[in-house]
């Protein structure tokens, strides 16, 4: 095999963390389909490609990263699967940063480190309010603020080493097989669905298929670096986003679920992600020309849906 073809055969090698996780189900077979070889970090690895990781000592299997041309960092505890404790908080900041930490150590003891990381971060690091908030805006006070931050300042400290870096800042993700849709379905369905707060708060989303094209978009476009909004230009708010949900499944939309009701339920965590007002734009996507799949919420949700 000569050098050139080697090399072309390492573009195709990506390390993918959270592989089994709702985005990394559908990430995983997407990247095959295009011809990557994908590997996966697991605590318990019970299959070929699948290499032991324990981010909260730090260490990993380095075979993992052993020519790696990228790695797509998604792992992280769920944020939105109920109350907050402190002991959930501290969870959801540690498994983000530990693990980030980990695979940034690993990759600085290399000869030869992957040429790109794209890690996850989300769009509530951006202040809540009514103003749009592109990749230059500043970030909030909340507390997922501070994790966006921290997840993401871990990142970037693999740039010390050479390796492009890329903060994916990502929207509501939807797809009926998990995430915020599929907890939203069966109340949609009754027809007891409806906005929820005010209606009036930014609802920046991005469908599944969408996201793994920009996830696969991150690692090939070398021009990119930084953070990166994963939302869809098509900005939309609570109300109608529910009224666009009620319309895809011929269900009316109408029942709100009250802010004091919310707050009352989920404490902070419905504070942070139900009720926040984040009016988010693609700003890197689209001066890049970026093409989104679907060319509205109406047109995504339709295909998505049956």
Not at 31 to 44: A, K, Q
Not at 205 to 232: C, F, K, Q, T, Y
Request: proline fraction near 6%; hydrophobic fraction near 35%.
């Amino acid at each position: 095999m000569t050098e050139n073809s080697k090399s072309r055969e390492s573009e195709k090698v990506i390390l993918v963390t959270g592989s089994s996780g709702f985005v990394g189900k559908h990430l995983v077979p997407y990247l095959e389909g295009h011809g990557y070889t994908v590997r996966g970090l697991s605590r318990n690895p019970d299959r070929a490609g699948v290499f032991g990781w324990d981010p909260g000592r730090h260490s990993m299997d380095e075979a993992a990263l052993q020519g790696v041309y990228g790695i797509l960092h998604l792992a992280g505890e769920g944020i939105a699967s109920g109350r907050w404790t402190e002991e959930r908080k501290k969870r959801i900041l540690d498994s983000r940063v530990d693990s980030t930490r980990t695979l940034v150590e690993h990759i600085g003891r290399m000869a030869s480190p992957p040429r790109v990381l794209v890690s996850s971060s989300g769009v509530n690091y951006y202040e809540s309010g009514s103003g749009l908030r592109d990749e230059q805006a500043p970030g909030g006070d909340s507390f997922l603020a501070g994790v966006c931050r921290q997840w993401e300042s871990e990142a970037r400290k693999a740039v010390e080493f050479g390796v492009r870096t890329v903060q994916l800042r990502t929207g509501v993700v939807l797809d009926p097989s998990g995430g915020a849709l599929a907890k939203m379905l069966p109340v949609f369905k009754m027809g007891t669905g409806g906005p929820v707060g005010s209606g009036r708060q930014g609802f920046p989303w991005i469908g599944m298929e969408d996201l793994v094209r920009i996830m696969e978009w991150s690692l090939r476009e070398d021009s990119v670096s930084g953070p990166v909004n994963a939302v869809h230009p098509d900005r939309v708010n609570q109300e109608a986003f529910s009224k666009a949900l009620g319309k895809a499944l011929n269900r009316p939309a109408v029942v709100p679920l009250p802010a004091f009701v919310v707050k009352a339920t989920f404490g902070q965590m419905g504070r942070e992600t139900l009720l926040a007002d984040l009016n988010v734009v693609p700003g890197i996507l689209q001066s890049h020309g970026f093409e989104f799949k679907y060319k509205n919420l109406a047109e995504t949700l339709d295909k998505m849906l049956p």
